[in-house]
């Protein structure tokens, strides 16, 4: 009786364990990460209390830039994927109009380079957007750095 309970107990145990190793756990795949989706993040890899997010673009820092040698005076508005302008030019232009994004994040820096003088720089805001000490001029080698604020829609110089 005995030897027959040990057995039973140990074919119980035995299918227990087969049944645990036979489950497979399926992990969620994300398909698709839109430029608004927030992401947890744990600093560390520790959880804290209180929760912490980012957007794709902070996760993954691969922004894009533009890169253009002008032979004239040039316009350009930042896409919404591109965060670095570099302007090179042979020569110093006379004139020059940069545009900041249409949708930016909060928090979204923006910076633009030039390799020679550009002696009339105009800078603007975007549509619904206001802009803190535009740059009016690019020195040679000068660049020039933007951080958009999304509680009041400003874009505040930092360079």
């Known amino acids: 009786m005995r030897k027959t309970t040990f057995?039973?107990?140990?074919?119980?145990a035995a299918s227990l364990i087969g049944v645990a190793?036979?489950?497979?756990?399926?992990?969620?795949?994300?398909?698709n990460i839109g430029s608004t989706d927030l992401i947890q993040v744990l600093p560390g890899g520790n959880p804290r209390a209180g929760n912490q997010y980012a957007n794709p673009k902070q996760i993954t820092a691969q922004y894009g830039y533009?890169?253009?040698?002008?032979?004239t005076g040039f316009t350009?508005?930042?896409a919404a994927n591109v965060t670095k302008a570099v302007f090179t030019p042979s020569t110093?232009?006379?004139?020059g109009t940069i545009t900041m994004p249409a949708s930016p994040n909060d928090?979204?820096?923006v910076c633009a380079w030039s390799k020679q003088i550009v002696s009339t720089l105009t800078v603007s805001a975007n549509t619904g957007q206001s802009i803190n000490d535009a740059a009016t001029a690019f020195t040679a080698a000068g660049h020039i750095?933007?951080?958009?604020?999304?509680?009041?829609a400003t874009w505040g110089r930092t360079e």
């Open 92 to 95: 110093t232009l006379s004139t």
């Open 21 to 31: 190793i036979a489950q497979t756990i399926s992990v969620p795949t994300v398909t």
């Open 107 to 109: 928090g979204q820096q």
């Open 145 to 152: 750095c933007y951080l958009y604020s999304q509680s009041d």
């Open 66 to 71: 533009y890169k253009s040698s002008p032979a």
């Open 7 to 12: 057995v039973v107990g140990l074919l119980g």
């Open 76 to 78: 350009y508005t930042f």
